[in-house]
C-alpha cells in the first residue's frame, strides 16, 4: 500500500489558486463613532457599520496582518528547505544547481523575496542533521505566531486561517506531534464553516483526521472535497469557457477521491474500497495515477479482500523484516498464518517465514518448510513453476539447500555436503549450475558420474560467474583425461584458456 504523504509544495499551489484575501477596508475613526454619510439615513449607517464590524478590520490593522503574513510565509518557505536537506540521503553528493534555485524560487513565489539562497544553506548541512532540525522547529514555530498574530490582527481573512492550519499539520506529521493535528483541526473546522465553498479546507482536514487515526471522519472530509470540487468547478472561468474541468481541478479530484479510498482502506471496508478505488481509477490522469491506485487494489484483493491480513502482512515487511527484526518478524508471520483464506496468499507467507528462519539460523527447519511449499505448487514439464511469482520461492529454496551443503563441506561433512547440493540441483532455480558443479567435485574420484554432473552444469553455464565457469571447464578437462578421451580433454582445455 502507498504511504498516505502531501507533496511538499502541493498545499502551496492549492492555497494560491483556492484562496483569495482581498478584503474592503475602513478608517479606524469609523469603528470607534457612528459616520452618516449624505443621502444615507442614519438606521442604514448603523446596519452598515454593524455589517463592516462583522465583515473585516480596520485598514492599520489589516496592512499590519498582511505583513505579518508575509513574514510568516518566508520562515514558512526557509523551513521547508531546511526540512528538503533534512530529507536528503547525502547532501554531499546534491549539487544544487541555478536551475533548482529558479525552481525553488517560483515554488515559493508568493515568499522569494525571503527565502535564504539555497546554496549557502547546503553549505551548513556539515552541522549535525539535530542542530538543522532545531532551526527548522525554530522558523516553524516563527512563521505559526506570525499567522496567529495576523488571525488576531484580522479575524476575517481566510487564507491565513488556513495557512495556520496547514502549518499546524505539517509540523505534526514531520514531527509527529499529535496536538499540532488537533489545533490544525481546530483552525480548519472553523474556517469549514465559513468558507463552505473551499474544498482544500475539507481535504486539509481529511488529512490531518487521518493523521490522527480517526479514518471515519477523514473519509468524511476527503468526500466533502470531492462534493465542494464538484460544485464549484461549473463556477470557474475554464469551466465557462471550455465547458470541461481544468487540469488542476481534475488532479485534486482524482487526488480526494483516492485519499478517501486509502481512509476507507483503513477502515476495513473491502466493498466500499474497491468502489472508490475503481472510481479513482477512473479520474487518473496520468499512467503514475493509473498505477498507484493499481497498485491498492492489488494489495486489497492479495487475500481475497481480507484487508486486516494484508495490513498486517505489510506491517511486518515494512516494520519488523526491514528493520531486521527477525525473530518478531517469524512470530507473526506464524500469528497471521491461521488468518489467510486464499492458498495463494498462504504460499507466499509461508515462503517468507521459511527465509526468516534461515536468517534466525533455523536452516533446516526453513528448508523442510520450503519444501513443502515447492513441492505442492504447480510446475511446466522444464520444472519451473506456471505461476511466475513462485520462482522466487524456488530460487530461495535452491540457495538455501546450497548454502547448507556448502556449510556441511567446510566441516568436511561430505555425505550431508552430497544430500543438499542434490537437492538444491533437483529444483529448477537460477543458480542450479552451481550445484551440479559442487556434486561433480565432490564426486570427482568417480569419473562417470562427476562428468554427468559437470555436463549438466556446462548447460547451465551462463548462471555460472567466470570463476566457477573456469573451474568447471579445469574439472571436465582432468575427468576426461582420466577417462581416456583425450579430444574432449584438448577441447575443454581450449575452453578454459580462453577464459
Not at 476527503?222 to 471550455?242: K, M, Q
Not at 470541461?244 to 474500497?273: A, Q
Request: glycine fraction near 4%; include cysteine; aromatic fraction near 10%.
Amino acid at each position: 500500500m502507498k504511504p498516505f504523504y502531501l507533496p511538499l509544495f502541493f498545499l502551496l499551489i492549492l492555497l494560491i489558486y483556492s484562496c483569495s484575501s482581498t478584503r474592503t477596508a475602513v478608517d479606524p475613526a469609523e469603528e470607534r463613532a457612528l459616520i452618516v454619510p449624505d443621502g444615507v439615513d442614519t438606521l442604514t449607517a448603523e446596519e452598515a457599520q454593524k455589517l463592516a464590524d462583522e465583515s473585516f478590520v480596520s485598514l492599520d490593522e489589516e496592512m499590519r496582518a498582511e505583513r505579518l503574513k508575509e513574514q510568516a510565509m518566508a520562515w514558512r518557505a526557509e523551513s521547508d528547505t531546511i526540512w528538503y536537506y533534512l530529507e536528503l540521503e547525502d547532501a554531499d553528493d546534491h549539487e544544487v544547481t541555478e536551475q533548482d534555485n529558479l525552481e525553488a524560487i517560483e515554488a515559493f513565489n508568493e515568499a522569494a523575496e525571503y527565502i535564504r539562497d539555497i546554496d549557502a544553506l547546503q553549505r551548513t548541512r556539515s552541522a549535525e542533521d539535530e542542530q538543522m532540525l532545531q532551526e527548522y522547529t525554530r522558523l516553524v514555530d516563527r512563521a505559526i505566531s506570525a499567522f496567529e498574530e495576523a488571525l488576531k490582527l484580522n479575524p476575517f481573512d481566510s487564507e491565513v486561517r488556513l495557512w495556520l492550519g496547514q502549518l499546524y499539520g505539517i509540523k505534526a506529521s514531520r514531527l509527529n506531534d499529535q496536538q499540532e493535528h488537533k489545533k490544525a483541526i481546530e483552525v480548519l473546522e472553523k474556517l469549514a464553516r465559513l468558507e463552505k465553498g473551499e474544498h482544500v479546507v475539507y481535504y486539509a482536514l481529511g488529512e490531518n483526521y487521518f493523521s490522527l487515526d480517526n479514518f471515519n471522519l477523514a473519509a468524511d472530509n476527503f468526500d466533502r472535497a470531492i462534493r465542494t470540487l464538484r460544485h464549484v468547478v461549473p463556477l470557474s472561468d475554464h469551466y465557462a469557457e471550455h465547458g470541461s474541468m481544468s487540469e488542476r481541478d481534475s488532479s485534486n479530484l482524482f487526488i480526494y477521491t483516492y485519499y478517501k479510498g486509502v481512509s476507507y482502506l483503513h477502515l476495513y471496508d473491502t466493498p466500499t474500497t474497491l468502489a472508490v478505488f475503481n472510481e479513482a481509477m477512473d479520474l487518473a490522469l496520468t499512467e503514475e495515477d493509473k498505477q498507484s491506485v493499481q497498485s491498492e487494489i492489488d494489495f486489497i484483493n492479495w487475500d481475497e479482500g481480507n484487508i486486516r491480513a494484508s495490513m498486517e502482512r505489510e506491517h511486518i515487511i515494512t516494520q519488523l523484516v526491514n528493520q531486521g527484526r527477525m525473530e518478531e518478524a517469524e512470530r507473526r508471520f506464524k500469528e497471521l498464518m491461521p488468518t489467510i483464506r486464499s492458498d495463494r496468499a498462504r504460499d507466499e507467507i509461508d515462503w517468507r517465514l521459511g527465509v526468516v528462519e534461515y536468517q534466525n539460523g533455523k536452516e533446516k527447519q526453513a528448508a523442510e518448510r520450503l519444501l513443502q511449499l515447492v513441492n505442492r505448487s504447480e510446475t511446466n514439464a522444464d520444472g519451473l513453476p506456471t505461476d511466475p511469482e513462485y520462482m522466487r520461492y524456488f530460487n530461495d529454496y535452491g540457495l538455501i539447500c546450497f548454502n547448507i551443503g556448502q556449510s556441511y563441506l567446510a566441516e568436511r561433512d561430505r555425505r550431508n555436503a552430497l544430500a543438499y547440493f542434490m537437492q538444491s540441483s533437483k529444483v529448477n532455480w537460477r543458480n542450479r549450475a552451481r550445484a551440479y558443479l559442487q556434486i561433480a567435485n565432490i564426486l570427482s574420484n568417480n569419473v562417470i558420474e562427476s562428468i554427468r554432473y559437470a555436463s549438466l552444469a556446462e548447460n547451465e553455464s551462463h548462471a555460472l560467474n567466470e570463476q566457477d565457469r573456469r573451474t568447471l571447464y579445469s574439472l571436465l578437462t582432468d575427468l576426461h583425461r582420466r577417462n581416456g578421451d583425450m579430444d574432449e580433454a584438448r577441447r575443454y582445455h581450449q575452453i578454459w584458456r580462453s577464459i
